[in-house]
């Protein structure tokens, strides 16, 4: 276990620290609940480990034969985070979700998102890369997708449970609009930094 301690603590950084996914995370649990995150957390974290495995028996090698085609996915995801950050910044303040009517984004939301964020490719490059040696087992790159996922869910939780938090402080129409509108603008942020960066 212990050569695979520095792929953990890998994963601990790129699943904690603010990206598209975490701060989504974030404005959902804020606007809809805890409950209501949970879903795109673990749907999150089964995309990103999902793309560890891929990238891992083949799609990394493959992408990074066709540079042209891996950078225009990645133009396209940051497009597409754009785009939820527009939503987010045009979201009116109706304060948290009790009834669940309003349309959130669920697990296959937060899976999908996986597949246009930035972060997660680069972060599923660099297990291929680094943390794996040349003609690597399809069980071992199992180990490292089912070791992310395991580390990235309470990681994602702890945004989730922030959000929560933050939901508390949001007792005005004004301060929510403030909020979804600087959640907004971290996500873009976010999404054009994991792409410029």
């Known amino acids: 276990m212990s050569q695979f301690l520095p792929f953990v603590l890998f994963a601990l950084v790129a699943s904690i620290t603010p990206g598209p996914t975490?701060?989504?995370v974030l404005s959902n649990s804020a606007l809809y609940g805890l409950r209501a995150a949970l879903p795109i957390v673990l749907g999150a974290c089964a995309?990103?480990?999902?793309?560890?495995?891929?990238v891992g028996l083949g799609l990394g090698e493959t992408l990074l034969r066709f540079p042209l085609v891996q950078q225009?996915?990645?133009?396209?995801?940051v497009?597409?985070?754009?785009?939820?950050a527009w939503q987010l910044f045009r979201t009116q303040p109706v304060g948290v979700d009790k009834d669940g009517s309003s349309k959130r984004i669920g697990a296959w939301g937060g899976a999908a998102l996986q597949l246009v964020n930035p972060k997660t490719w680069m972060m599923a490059f660099a297990?291929?890369?680094?943390?794996t040696s040349a003609g690597a087992s399809s069980f071992r790159y199992g180990i490292y997708a089912l070791i992310f996922?395991?580390?990235?869910?309470p990681c994602l939780t702890a945004w989730a449970v922030l959000g929560r938090g933050a939901a508390r402080f949001l007792t005005s129409t004004r301060?929510?609009?403030?909020?979804n509108q600087s959640m907004a603008l971290l996500l873009l942020v976010s999404a054009w930094t994991s792409l410029l960066g």
């Open 22 to 24: 975490n701060i989504l």
């Open 127 to 131: 297990v291929v890369s680094v943390f």
């Open 149 to 153: 996922f395991l580390v990235a869910v």
């Open 72 to 77: 225009s996915l990645a133009w396209l995801g």
């Open 79 to 84: 497009a597409w985070i754009s785009l939820l």
């Open 47 to 54: 995309g990103a480990a999902a793309i560890v495995l891929v």
């Open 175 to 179: 301060w929510m609009r403030r909020f």
